[in-house]
């Protein structure tokens, strides 16, 4: 069985830094490219960041570009999401999420998502 | 960067119904558009792919279809269970992978 579990969510104030983690079982993790998608309270998805199955491609929305590391390591199934110089905007569930095919990038299985709340 | 527009934003329907939904797009996207089911408090989950194609596990009322920038998901007989948010995304213009603003279904 697939399953994505994240961890690291919690209160961190603005300008600080968090590390959130995704640990994948029940399939080739090394085969998949993954994804962050969060949603803020209340509000919608929006896709956060992408990296392939070898890490040799890596995008960002530009919300998040140049704050946000996206990486992974298929030795230990995990994927990570290094948050800096965090905004009050950033405030949402973060999930995890993992690509149907390199075709077909839907989202296929998502975790059960960590939040993140930046407040003073 | 392709905005997605979902129409309606909330909808109310009685359990046997009719559902429609719309996704457009403001540019050509092909067949590139997903939908997907978030009920309250879980994590979304793929129903259609591809525009018209349904994932492995999901019951066959739902359906999609559509290309180039209007796409139709429709629940033939709506059930009580499927009260949730839907979305469409489209992944056209990667690496962006956008969604749209949602689509909250209640029952009436």
């Known amino acids: 069985e697939v399953q994505l579990v994240e961890s690291g969510g919690g209160l961190v104030k603005p300008g600080g830094s968090l590390r959130l983690s995704c640990a994948a079982s029940?399939?080739?993790?090394?085969?998949?490219?993954m994804n962050w998608v969060r949603q803020a309270p209340g509000k919608g998805l929006e896709w956060v960041s992408s990296?392939?199955?070898?890490?040799?491609?890596?995008y960002y929305a530009d919300s998040v570009k140049g704050r946000f590391t996206i990486s992974r390591d298929n030795a230990k199934n995990s994927l990570y999401l290094q948050m800096n110089s965090l905004r009050a905007e950033d405030t949402a569930v973060y999930y995890c999420?993992?690509?149907?095919?390199?075709?077909?990038?839907?989202?296929?299985?998502w975790g059960q998502g960590t939040l993140v709340t930046v407040s003073s | 960067d392709i905005q997605m527009t979902q129409s309606p934003s909330s909808l109310s329907a009685s359990v046997g119904d009719r559902v429609t939904i719309t996704c457009q797009a403001s540019?050509?996207?092909?067949?590139?558009l997903n939908w997907y089911q978030q009920k309250p408090g879980k994590a979304p989950k793929l129903l259609i792919y591809?525009?018209?194609n349904l994932e492995t596990g999901v019951p066959s009322r739902f359906s999609g279809s559509g290309s180039g920038t209007d796409f139709t998901f429709t629940i033939s007989s709506l059930q009580p269970e499927d009260i949730a948010t839907y979305y469409c995304?489209?992944?056209?213009?990667?690496?962006?992978?956008?969604f749209g603003q949602g689509t909250k279904l209640e029952i009436k």
């Open positions: 999420a993992r690509d149907r095919t390199v075709v077909t990038p839907a989202f296929d299985y």
């Open positions: 029940g399939f080739t993790f090394s085969s998949y490219s």
């Open positions: 990296i392939s199955s070898s890490s040799s491609y890596i």
């Open positions: 540019q050509d996207i092909s067949n590139y």
């Open positions: 591809d525009a018209s």
């Open positions: 995304q489209q992944y056209d213009n990667l690496p962006r992978k956008t």
